[in-house]
Structures are given as C-alpha cells and as structure tokens.
C-alpha cells in the first residue's frame, strides 16, 4: 500500500473519497499482523467488499474498524479521517468547538473523538530519550511570583517536562505529564517513562531531584532565573500558553492527554511528511476506548 504523504488537504480529499476509501487503509495497516480469528484462533480469512475479515471456519467478522480507536465512531470513519488529518497537521490551536462546527458534529462528539486521537498521541514509551537532557517542573496557572521555593497550593495543577537538546541546543524531543507535587517520587515519573539511564540529565538545584541522582546521571546547576535552561523554558512557555488560550478549562484528568498532543506535534514536526500515516498506525494499535473512559472531560 501506498501511505498518504504530505499535508495537501486536496491530495487527501482525492485520497478518501468515502468510508470505504478509509476502510481499505485500515484494512491494509491491519493486514501485516497475521489474522488470528478473536472467536476460535484459526488463521485464515476472506476480505469482503467493506473491508471486513470472516473467518473460513466460524465465520466471525471483524470490521475494518474493530480493534481501533475508530471502533464505533458514530460520524463515520470518513470524517474521523479527516478530524485526525487536521490534528496531526496543523500548527494551530484546535479546540472542540471549532472542530464541531468544521466538521457538522457537535462539540460533545468532537471532544470525545479528539481525546481518542490524543490517546494514539500518546508515547509508546519505547524509545527513552538519550544525549543531553533538560528536566524541569512547573504550574499551570501562573507562577507564584518572589515565592521561595516550590509551591505547594493543592489548587495549582502541576507538570513536569523533560527536553532532549540537539548538539546546537534546540530541542529535539520533548515529554511532559502532570504530578500531584514536586516530591522526589513525583519527579520520578518522567525519568522512569522517558528517559534513557545512559542520558546525561540537566535540572536546577531543587532537592527533589536529589534521590533520584542515585538511578540517573544528573548534574545540578542553579537556574539563574530560566537562563541556563533556554530551550526547557521555551517549551514550557508555549505548551503552557497553547493550554491556556484553547481550553478555558482543563480537568486534571485530561491534562496527560493535552500535553501528549502537543509532544506528538514537536516530535513529528520534523516527519510532517508522514505524520497522519504515523497517526493512523496509532489509532489501529490503540485498544478500544469506551464513553464512559472519556467521560471526564
Ligand atoms: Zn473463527
């Protein structure tokens, strides 16, 4: 099969003409895994017209669809398709009202199918960052001004964000999540899921960190106000100004799922080529999610 490259929104509008169009691609993502029937094991299938596979045996069919985060999408796949064509491509803030009214559902039905998008967005955790790594904590909601030390106001949703810098100091890769505080076992989470032992790590001289120096290669330098972690502070700028000016509101739940749609976009941006097929192969690996899982948005 041929991948859908680029982002030329008529080049893809030739490309999936209807569901169907959109079946097919699904149908040959999920064809290179061998078929094993979900009902009774065997191993061979038909393909039927719609995309669907029924086993030669029980004659179970499983729809292109099944096993995807396209599973029951309601809209039709057609538009899904289109909905993640313009996450993955676009440089802008998206919020669910604008993808409502952009795409005839309503911004419930938007919001719902953005979060599964952002679910695929997510990190597989498979590939822990190396090199040179900048690591630093924040709040989102405005920094406590001449506050000493780190703030502990339950209130504030808190985050920690790591880096990788190339050679030349521009940030390479970057990971983000949101912790309940800025205690050593908090910390630790963002090492523990992507950062690679080998990686020789940056933070400022917060204790917190300390405990952790035991497992991991970090250097403490004091932060001289954001200067000497220029490109961490940057990024911790934007996502936290991306945030503010889309969602006027963001549950503490969803904060993992907005934060892995803007890593995905920095960590793509240099693949912008092959990004929505990156995407689509996420969206087939990603386990089905129900209503009731995203219901907290
Ligand atoms: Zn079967």
Redesign the pocket.
Known sequence: MDIFRGQNLLEFTDRFRNDNDCREYLAEIKARAPFK?S??N?KACQTRADFSRQ?N??R?TESATADTLFHKVKFGVRKAFFMCFEMATTTKSLSASYMGVRFGVTEKTARLFMHKVREAMSSSRNHPMDGAVHVDEFVLGGYEEGKVGRSYDAKKKKAITAVQLTDEGKVKRMYAMRIDDFSARSLQYIFVNHISREAKVVTDDWKGYRPIAKAYDIKQIPSNKGLNFKALHTMIHQVKSWIRTTYSWVSHENLDRYFSEFCYRINRSQSKETVFNNLIEKMVKGDKIFQKQLISS
């Open positions: 029937c009902r009774c065997h086993c045996v029980c179970h």
